[in-house]
């Protein structure tokens, strides 16, 4: 089965500056996609960005980007000019290639505060 | 706006009693999952059902039943509620495979047994 981690239970940034995001994955296999989404006090998962295993590019939204390393299984989201509204609980997760009975596999989370 | 629709929205139970937590989507999605949310340990699959008539046990199913009605509704039993079952539940739909085109999640219900 598939375990995803993340090793930050807390982080804090100063806002306007870059804070990133840890996670690291176990799979065996070779075609997956991972995911970074945003979770805010009122519940809803918003998905903040999106990579396929099998492209080498970083996917990049805005002020959101990634740092895949496949070989090394890690996963990190950094998040560049920090604003208030980036305050949330993020969380890393899985999904197998064709979908299946697994559906996303979530890390613990990261609770990022923004200090104004 | 097309979604995913969860009732209710909160709900408190005295432990033993029954309850269905209903899902909805309206994105003729084939796949629709239900998942537990608890302090620290980030969403755990329940179940899972991959078209009408299907279902499969997730990770943590112990305590809940789910019923695919039909393509749109997805349900959620829990027979004898038990303090252990306090949680947030989220339920999600995709189009497989879902990491290519997405997952979209409900709203989430926030469930106390006491």
Known sequence: AQTVTQSQPEMSVQEAETVTLSCTYDTSESDYYLFWYKQPPSRQMILVIRQEAYKQQNATENRFSVNFQKAAKSFSLKISDSQLGDAAMYFCAYSPYGGGADGLTFGKGTHLIIQP | ?114
């Open chain 2, 1 to 114: 706006n097309a979604g995913v629709t969860q009732t209710p929205k909160f709900q408190v139970l005295k432990t033993g009693q029954s309850m269905t937590l209903q899902c909805a989507q309206d994105m003729n999605h084939n796949s629709m999952y239900w998942y537990r949310q608890d302090p620290g340990m980030g969403l755990r699959l329940i179940y899972y059902s991959a078209s009408e008539g299907t279902t499969d046990k997730g990770e943590v199913p112990n305590g809940y039943n789910v019923s695919r009605l039909n393509k749109r509704e997805f349900s959620l039993r829990l027979e004898s509620a038990a303090p252990s079952q306090t949680s947030v539940y989220f339920c999600a739909s995709s189009r497989p495979p879902g990491g290519l085109y997405g997952y979209t999640f409900g709203s989430g219900t926030r469930l106390t047994v006491v």
